[in-house]
Structure formats: structure tokens, C-alpha cells
């Protein structure tokens, strides 16, 4: 499955995003789907995954309460709502996709990755 991200901008601290991460070659249906973001010098960090049958989600503590994590079968095409931004949210996105059959948090287990999006949330 190819991954697209997009979405990402400049907003300001408090504003919200919303990333979009549409599939091709094939459907989500059969995997879990998730979001990570990459700060300058950091890791590559897990933010919010679901799993595409049955739509459970997970969230990292740094974003629970504030990012929504969801998907659109039609459109196959899975979305991370991003609500009151802060500076520490500035990072690039990356979409993600595993075969893995429950949520995973760990990079490495994710086989199929989109190419990134930019966010920048300025104070």
C-alpha cells in the first residue's frame, strides 16, 4: 500500500489541523494505521494509531485530549485532527500502516510509510 500525507502548514499556538493520509494500490481494510512525527535532532515519536476494522484508537500522552485520530472507509483515507497546537506539536507527520493485527507504537513494526508532512505551530 502507498501512502500520501498532506495537510501540515503554519499555525498559530492554540489553532487547529487537520492531516490527511489517503491509500493506493490497496484498501486499509486490513490494517492498523497510524500517525508519528519527527522533530528536528529528536526520534521519530508515535502520536495516535487506529485500527481500520473496529476503529479502536490509541493516543500518546502528549496528545491525548487534544488530537483525534479517524478514518473514512469511502475514501479510504485516514485523517489526525489536531486541536489546540502547541509549540512542541512542530514537527514533521508521517503516516504509517502494519499488518499488525493490534495497535502498535514502535516505528520499526510499521512497513509502509507516506512521505511526511510539515507542521510548524508558532507561539
Known amino acids: 500500500v502507498q501512502l500520501q500525507a498532506s495537510g501540515g502548514g503554519l499555525v498559530q499556538a492554540g489553532g487547529s489541523l487537520r492531516l490527511s493520509c489517503a491509500a493506493s494500490?490497496?484498501?486499509?481494510?486490513?490494517?492498523?494505521v497510524g500517525w508519528f512525527r519527527q522533530a528536528p535532532g529528536k526520534e521519530r515519536e508515535f502520536v495516535a494509531a487506529?485500527?481500520?476494522?473496529?476503529?479502536?484508537?490509541y493516543y500518546a500522552d502528549s496528545v491525548k485530549g487534544r488530537f483525534t485520530i479517524s478514518r473514512d472507509n469511502a475514501k479510504n483515507t485516514m485523517y489526525l485532527h489536531m486541536n489546540n497546537l502547541k509549540p512542541e506539536d512542530t514537527a514533521v507527520y508521517y503516516c504509517?500502516?502494519?499488518?499488525?493485527?493490534?495497535?502498535?507504537?514502535?516505528?520499526?513494526?510499521?512497513?509502509?510509510w507516506g512521505q511526511g508532512t510539515l507542521v510548524t505551530v508558532s507561539s
Open positions: 487506529i485500527m481500520w476494522k473496529g476503529g479502536s484508537t
Open positions: 504509517a500502516a502494519t499488518v499488525a493485527i493490534v495497535i502498535v507504537t514502535t516505528p520499526k513494526l510499521y512497513g509502509n
Open positions: 494500490g490497496r484498501t486499509f481494510s486490513s490494517y492498523t
